[in-house]
């Protein structure tokens, strides 16, 4: 099933709900709702009317839900697989090449129909909520990421934080213990573990986290 054969299954309402709640200031999810969901179904007409890539897509979109390193909760995150171990990020493939990518099966059994529509056109509209837009954003990006990569001067963390700190007086971290360290370090460890254990599952093989 790709994502036309998906988009054809959902429940547009429910998907526009866990579409909007993706957004992490509460505003937006509230925000002119009419609106928004006027322009969603805009966004769902827009990509099944895509004139698609004639090329037999090799790899599938995965989705999965992730436990967080940020708090307590869990979020999806989806993208293309191959079968090298490898994720690849799906926000900047072109639209009609992604539309034919056919979903993992076991992320639609695991998570259902809307669930995983909500959040590879999150993914996918990253860059913009429409085509021509999308194409505009990522073009401009990718010429943004090589000219930086020609850039000769590179700053650690530590030193992006004094500047930061020397520019606005506001530290970009708080200050932690070796203790505080050192619990957040075995957290991260088992969250690691967790989410490598999750993806391997799901993918069948050893997934690169």
Known sequence: MNLIDLLN?????????????????DKLKTANREKGFT???????EIKRLKLSGEKAKAVIVVVKLKSFDDDGYNFNAFEFNGD?????????????????NILDK?????????????ILWEMTF????????KKEVKKTVKSLKKASKCKKFYTMEEMEDRWFK???????????EEQLAAEREKSKAIHEENKNTLNDLCGIDVIY
């Open 167 to 177: 520019k606005y007086g506001i530290p970009l971290r708080e200050k932690k213990t």
């Open 9 to 25: 299954k959902i429940n547009i309402e429910k998907v526009f709900d866990l579409y909007v709640n993706k957004y992490s200031d």
């Open 107 to 119: 992320s639609i059994e695991l998570y259902g129909v809307d669930e995983v529509a909500a959040e």
């Open 39 to 45: 322009n969603f179904c805009a966004l769902i007409d």
């Open 85 to 101: 171990g490898e994720r690849y990020a799906i926000d900047m493939t072109p639209w009609n090449e992604l539309a034919v990518v």
């Open 127 to 134: 860059w913009g909520n429409n085509e021509a837009t999308h």
